[in-house]
């Protein structure tokens, strides 16, 4: 059972107690005309879930009625995608193409019940009848043919008579009516196409709003999930059981919020361009939001069903991070995979005074890790290492190895640089060092003190691998299309290096390489005598949120540097520069706020703390650069009442957004001010954050309900009162309400 019950759950579980079904029954209904992607395992793992958790049945039903773009091609990737995040479809997938017959039998029930008409007008024309939001339609005349001519017009249209747009099967219902969708909806249309499934035989072809409720009803559907955009689909749905008098229990429709996740595409359509267009190779390319692609690139079943639960199901539309994808991926792989290590860019090191060679005992898991296993890793005279872990003007902070600072290589010994070796161009071919026989890792007796443990191959045994690096395919947070591609999504390393039992013992297809990332045996391209792997996830979010400061809160630097005229920037010291750099190139966190910190060594220490606590870089450094420096200036000779650790804490509970920003800003007043942790004000104070809509939409009902005038108002036009009811919703709920819900929600009502 998921751990938090959503609204559809309590909906389940009411009518299953109040006896309304004896079972629950849900389906997927996707149209195979696309690979599915992470918005469908998002709808996959609601009506699978639901059922699973309350002992009934989902089905997998293809809604197949529009025969021009479907394929069997599409049928088997959505078998296989349901399959491999774990769910069971029980005997049979279903289609609605075989109830063809059947929902030709109820559209003529409703012609003889006359609540159904062929209607002869123009695409055009229906259109202008329609009327529009704030005009009443009108009915065309052809609603006035008799039962017997629509009759024989439908099957005649059925028998493939007429031209594609000829006529059409309306419902009759209300050309008045304020929502728009029940003006008389279509229920069939003429198209003269072959059914990939049924083959030749129909010209006529059923209407999603006409043939969903219809299959839903016949499969004995209970819960009709379905995303936000059908609300106003709902009235056809019931209309047509209603009208057709279906024999209870029938189902019912309630909508959900889709996903839409930030530098990502969704819809079929766009993914098909991607496709079709070659800027990606096939559905399966590891780059694209398809379960296909998410399974080449690695990513297991289990962290896309736990992102799908951890996102939850919402009645108010909104952007996720793909971060939090990210992060449960890296969240799974952590404990479960082998530790390895691979160079991606060689330096050779040559250790001048080693001899002989020998097998290092090396554990493929950590400490912490409840698995077991090992591997021997060779080691001798001649290494590589990463050239990035190699500075020779090293800058401040840089504690891998330079000319002066010692590194120990990963499970084996300390080495210290002697020299450097370059060729006519200046470049480093090769590094001479000399290690300490004393510093073996498990036995050190050295006393040598060292920052970092490096990755290394030894050159006589390491093995090539090809590695295929990927980055988000776009490059912006809400991409339209073709033109915000990102040109270096995909980076291929031909010749990296790895330790030997990696592709001998196969220890397993997903490895960490340590300090790298994540990564996963291509399971197209991998060959034993060329091994390709695919990354799947860095350690960290290279690409943490690039969050804009908020100008009440920015940095007085300024005030703290008198001697700078205004618009000039005091060049920064090579320390500053150094730690400048490694905050926008390590941690991505933006220039301003890298500035912030990088021009104050305390600052920069208290973040690197921060940081070495818990490994979220930019919600740390904006705490940092903006309330601890604050309370830096404030109180310059006071100790401060916390430290790094409940700073960690508190960017912990904005992460994971137990609390909102607003509200972190009074926990950190109270931390600064009473020494208590994060942890125990949230708890005292009762100050977690709101995100249950249900709560939320009560709340905003009664603004609503408060401000008469200026509901009238903002229909009236005046958008700016939007922000009035926010705040107040935002207020009535002590800060406490999750913003991005309340704006969802208070958008959704007041356009109602
Ligand atoms: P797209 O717009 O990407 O083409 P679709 O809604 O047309 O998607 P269908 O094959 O009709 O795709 O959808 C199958 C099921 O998956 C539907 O119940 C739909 O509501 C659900 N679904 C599709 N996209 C999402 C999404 N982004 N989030 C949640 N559910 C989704
Ligand atoms: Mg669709």
Known sequence: MSETKDFLRTIVEEDLKAGKYEQVHTRFPPEPNGFPHIGHAKSIVLNFGIARDYEGICNLRMDDTDPTKEDMKYVEALKDAVKWLGFDWGEKVYFTSDYFGKLYDYAVDLIKMEKAYVDSLNEEEIREYRGTVTEP???????????????DLFERMKNGEFEEGAHVLRAKIDMSSPNMKMRDPLLYRIRHASHYRVGEGWHVYPMYDFAHCLSDYMEGI??????????????????????????PPRPYQYEFARLNMNYTVMSKRKLLELVEGNYVNGWDDPRLPTIAGYRRRGYTPESIVTFCEQIGVAKANSTVDVAQLEFCIRDDLNTKVPRVMCVMDPLKVTIVNYEGSELLDASYYPHDVPKEGSR?????????????????????????LTPDQPVRLKHAYIIACKEVVKDEEGNIVEIKAEYFPDSKSGSDTSGIKVRSAIQWVEVASAKPVEVRLYDRLFKCEAPEGLEDINPDSLKVIKNALVEPAVVDEKPDVRFQFEREGYFYADPVDYRDDAPVFNKIVGLKDSWAKKEKPKPQNKPKQKAQKPVQKEGEVAPMSAEEQGRFDRFTHEYKLNPEVANTLARDAKLADFFDEAVAVYESPVTIANIVANEVAREFKEHPDDALRFGPKEVASLAKMLDEETISSKIAKQVFEEMAKTGKSPETIVEEKDLKQISDPVQIAAVIDDVIAKNPENVAKYKEGNQKLFGFFVGQVLKATGGKANPKVVNDLVREKLEA
């Open 376 to 400: 021997k890793l060779p080691f001798s005279k001649e290494v590589y290492i990463d050239r990035a872990d190699f500075s020779e003007n090293p800058p401040k902070g840089y504690y891998r």
């Open 137 to 151: 339609g009108r009915r065309s005349k052809y609603a006035e043919r008799s039962v017997e001519e629509n009759l």
């Open 222 to 247: 209970t819960h009709s999930l379905c995303t936000l955009e059908f609300e106003n689909n709902r009235d056809i749905y019931d209309w047509v059981i209603e009208t057709l008098g279906l024999e």
